[in-house]
């Protein structure tokens, strides 16, 4: 664990990955794109629907072996993902679902993580008895199980409401933060990105790419509404010249 | 529950009073079959006869089950296995029970060996079919899951997949079970020289129907015994998750 903390960064360089649309014509959603991961901190990958965000989670994840280019991550990687839907093992209570993927993991460190995000007391539920909400965080749960080194988060607080999304936010990166994670958050939620990332990039273009690139400065703890509104005034200007 | 009772004791009474009427040796009263039964199982032939046609049921059964599932699962989830496979399951869907059974015993011979396989690939085709339907409409999204997660494929088989399979493997068995039965008492009315197939063709020789529903009603006890007692409760067991209706 002391690994994801140190200088390692993740590589990831895709020439080219491209589609055959229904119409037999192929379409290219990547092109020459690159992307380096800053180890313990959490990027943000922000764009519009549709600009292939989660074509690119699914190549870094392995899921798509698809593509020209190099995924290259640490032989020890352990990934940590939360999908857009929880994805829970609806026939397995919330401690399986937890235990499933983490076969060796401690009952207390289960427990412990289970209590940070909330579920301390749904671990006998089924899934279908949680609220989308619950099943989300059960969701983010079983990715910190699995004691990763690298989190990938694909739009994890979609279609939650406004307070709940911004309180599981929060949680989100007080746990991030006291693992020092490497952090990969896939949003269309500019709000967001800015609220929980110390890196931005933007997607845009056809084929897509990395259109505009920020360190956010000031720590979250001290970053003040203006602040936010202004970056955010000034990423909208960019994603505005982007598109037209 | 009390309805169905007295559905049973209803058509029992029917029996009775039609058996009556009759007053014929083709149709024995309900108390002259239960004598049979009685002097039957007091000889043991009785038990004998159904342990051997249950045990060919189930091993019988278990094949079809056993190799329906990996045909089923293959087909599903390959495109080329179910191209390659579609064809062979018509045939097989399509061939009559009774021509299966006859080239089994010529082939093989008068044995046991012979009668589980006929029976078996009778069955087969249908768990296929059954299984193939569920191997389709697997969630992509919780394998993905279990792939980034890295489970090991023992985890897999067993809370991934067979979960969402179970609903397909509890209709097959429901369906199967009462297929084989019957095909078992035809493969042992044609070639064996024990089970109850083979003593209601004894029963069929002499015209003795007492004999025949002796052996006929305690075997259609049995198999109603094994849906309630085990078929009902296996799939109560794995659809627990599922949220009860309020």
Redesign the interface.
């Known amino acids: 664990m002391s690994l994801a903390g140190g200088q390692r960064q993740l590589d990831i360089k895709i020439t080219r990955k491209a589609f055959r649309t229904a119409s037999g014509e192929l379409r290219e959603v990547l092109r020459d794109f690159s992307l380096v991961l800053d180890a313990g901190k959490i990027h943000a990958l922000v764009g519009p629907s549709g600009y292939g965000k989660t074509t690119l989670l699914r190549i870094i994840i392995g899921l798509d072996r698809d593509f020209e280019g190099q995924v290259s991550l640490p032989p020890d990687t352990k990934i940590g993902m939360v999908f857009q839907e929880p994805r829970l093992l609806p026939w397995r209570n919330v401690r399986d679902n937890l235990r499933l993927v983490a076969p060796e993991a401690a009952e207390a460190d289960l427990s412990r993580i289970a209590a940070d995000l909330g579920i301390g007391e749904h671990l006998n539920y089924f899934p279908g008895e949680l609220s989308l909400g619950l099943a989300r965080r059960v969701a983010l749960a079983r990715a910190f199980a699995v004691e990763p080194n690298l989190l990938v988060l694909d739009e994890p607080f979609v279609s939650l409401d406004r307070p709940l999304a911004m309180r599981l936010g929060d949680e989100l990166v007080t746990l991030v933060e006291r693992k020092k994670l490497t952090t990969l958050l896939v949003t269309h939620d500019l709000d967001e990105a800015i609220r929980l990332a110390d890196h931005i990039m933007l997607l845009g273009g056809r084929p897509a790419k990395i259109i505009a690139d920020f360190n956010i400065s000031c720590p979250r703890a001290t970053m003040t509404a203006e602040h936010a509104a202004e970056l955010k005034a000034e990423i909208g200007a960019i994603m505005a010249g982007a598109s037209a | 529950m009390a309805l169905r009772i007295l559905s049973l004791v209803l058509l029992i009474a029917i029996w009775q009073v039609a058996a009556m009427l009759a007053a014929s040796r083709v149709l024995p009263e309900p108390g002259a079959v239960v004598a049979v039964m009685l002097r039957e199982a007091h000889s043991g032939a009785l038990f004998f006869n159904l342990g051997i046609t249950l045990a060919r049921v189930i091993v019988s059964f278990g094949l079809a089950m056993v190799f329906g599932t990996l045909f089923g699962i293959a087909m599903g989830r390959n495109e080329t296995f179910d191209r390659l496979g579609d064809p062979w399951l018509v045939v097989l869907l399509n061939l009559p029970a009774l021509v299966i059974i006859v080239l089994a015993y010529i082939w093989m011979g008068l044995t046991d060996a012979a009668a589980i396989l006929a029976v078996a690939l009778n069955k087969l085709p249908n768990a296929t079919v059954v299984i193939r339907e569920g191997a389709r409409s697997l969630d992509a999204?919780?394998e993905?899951?279990a792939?980034?997660?890295?489970?090991p494929w023992s985890?897999r088989v067993k809370?991934?997949l067979l979960?969402q399979l179970?609903p397909y493997i509890a209709a097959a068995t429901r369906t199967g079970l009462s297929i084989v039965w019957k095909i078992v008492l035809v493969v042992e009315l044609l070639g064996r020289s024990n089970g109850v197939g083979f003593e209601i063709g004894t029963a069929f020789q002499l015209f003795d129907i007492s004999l025949l529903l002796a052996y006929a009603l305690p075997f259609v006890g049995i198999m109603l015994a094994i849906e309630a007692f085990i078929v009902q409760p296996f799939e109560h067991h794995?659809s627990r998750?599922?949220?009860k209706a309020a």
């Open positions: 999204g919780l993905e899951m792939s980034v997660f890295a489970m985890t809370h991934v979960p179970a794995v998750w599922r949220p």
